[in-house]
Structure formats: structure tokens, C-alpha cells
């Protein structure tokens, strides 16, 4: 079954935009990342964030955590058509003992960047 | 070269046939995972391995098995496959680092396009 739900579905914006992502989940976790994907390829992790952080940036992008409404959002700030591409979260349950396994993904944000 | 690869790219067979998609990693991490992804889909998982004698079902593996080789190499098998396999097939790894605190993303290969006619 899913656990994250990725909100919008797709998502068009022009180049030097901001574009926001939000993923929600429903059971306790002991971490949420986001992955990329260009079409067809593997995933390409972005970002991790722990249950215990609220906030977290990595050059363009920042993911925010929210536990209480178990949800999170992911901004590209800036975005270049390179950015292209679908994004997905990916939780790692809490009853997994937080080692990195098992991670539940969502269906994916597809975001195209108009140049 | 690829930290995590995987052979073959794309595979078209029909149904009944065995199937078997290999991974290798240079990455030296212990765990390995297979997921499958469906168009509108997210990725599920399908079996993962923290090392060579420890292998575990995912959430979709009924028609699936898997052999872990070595700690480099990981297969899937399709024993006979049908044609709701047909899916794109990925292949990750990742660390598992808990003394240091220090956790990282997986690691997904290229992926398998796998058509099951």
C-alpha cells in the first residue's frame, strides 16, 4: 500500500519559478526522502530528512518536515529546465528500526520546467 | 563505470519463459533491493537482502525469487513470467551506518525495461 501521496500530480512551471511539492504520509517514521527521476531512468536521491528535523536545505532545494500533520515539501528554488522531472518521497517506517529499508514511495510529482 | 548496474537493459520475452535480471554493485553495501515501477506508480518493492544469507520478502513477491550471489550481486528471477510483469525494474543498494549516525539514500541502478508479451 502507499504510504506517501505526492501533491500535485503533475506540475508546469516557468524557468526561475519556485516550485513546491508536498508528500503526506500515514504511520510514524524515522525518516522521509526525496528521489528524482528522469524519464525512464533510476532514482537519484536528493535528500534526507529524520523524524527529529524540521528543516533541511541542500544547495536549491528545501525539504520542510512536519510530523504532527505527517507531511513534508519539497522547494526547488530558482528551477532550470533541467529540473525536469519526476519527484517522489519515500518513507522509511518506524518500525524499521530507522536502518534504511523497506521505504514506501509515492506516486510521483512530475514537474516540467518551461525554459 | 556505474556504481550499480544492471543487465539486461531491456528484455522481451513471452509468456512462460524464465527471466532473470542481474544486478552488480561496486558500492561494497551490504543491502540490495529490487523494486518494480508501473506507469502512474510508485516504485514497490519486490525483495531486499542485507547480506548474502539474509533475504526477505518485499511487498510484491509472489512470482518472484531472488539469489543473492555474492555481496556485489543480486538476481531476480520471473519463473514464468506473465504479462502483468511487464514493468520497469530497478535494482538499489544502500548503507547501513548506525554506529555513525550517518544515514544515506539508496542507490538505484538504471533500471530493466521488461516486456512480457
Known amino acids: 500500500s502507499q504510504q506517501g501521496e505526492e501533491d500535485p500530480q503533475a506540475l508546469s512551471i516557468q524557468e526561475g519559478e519556485n516550485a513546491t511539492m508536498n508528500c503526506s504520509y500515514k504511520?510514524?517514521?524515522?525518516?522521509l526522502q526525496w528521489y528524482r527521476q528522469n524519464s525512464g531512468r533510476g532514482l537519484v536521491h536528493l535528500i534526507l530528512?529524520?523524524?527529529?528535523?524540521r528543516e533541511k536545505h541542500s544547495g536549491r532545494l528545501r525539504v520542510t518536515l512536519d510530523t504532527s500533520k505527517k507531511s513534508s515539501s519539497l522547494l526547488i528554488t530558482a528551477s532550470r529546465a533541467a529540473d525536469t522531472a519526476s519527484y517522489f518521497c519515500?518513507?522509511?517506517?518506524?518500525?524499521?528500526?530507522?536502518?534504511?529499508?523497506?521505504?514506501?514511495f509515492g506516486k510521483g510529482t512530475l514537474l516540467t520546467v518551461n525554459p | 563505470d556505474a556504481d550499480v548496474t544492471q543487465t539486461p537493459r531491456n528484455r522481451i520475452t513471452k509468456t512462460g519463459k524464465r527471466i532473470m535480471l542481474e544486478c552488480s554493485q561496486t558500492?561494497?553495501?551490504?543491502?540490495m533491493y529490487w523494486y518494480r515501477q508501473d506507469p502512474g506508480l510508485g516504485l514497490r518493492l519486490i525483495y531486499y537482502?542485507?547480506?548474502?544469507?539474509?533475504?526477505n520478502k518485499g511487498e510484491i513477491s509472489d512470482g518472484y525469487s531472488v539469489s543473492r550471489q555474492a555481496q556485489a550481486k543480486f538476481s531476480l528471477s520471473l519463473e514464468s513470467a506473465i504479462p502483468n510483469q511487464t514493468a520497469l525494474y530497478f535494482c538499489?543498494?544502500?548503507?547501513?551506518?548506525?554506529?555513525?549516525?550517518?544515514?544515506?539514500?539508496?542507490?538505484f541502478g538504471p533500471g530493466t525495461r521488461l516486456t512480457v508479451l
Open positions: 519515500a518513507t522509511d517506517p518506524h518500525n524499521s528500526g530507522g536502518s534504511n529499508y523497506k521505504l514506501t
Open positions: 537482502s542485507f547480506d548474502v544469507k539474509d533475504i
Open positions: 504511520t510514524s517514521i524515522n525518516n
Open positions: 558500492k561494497g553495501h551490504d543491502r
Open positions: 530528512i529524520r523524524s527529529n528535523e
Open positions: 538499489a543498494t544502500s548503507d547501513f551506518t548506525l554506529t555513525s549516525g550517518t544515514l544515506e539514500g539508496q542507490f
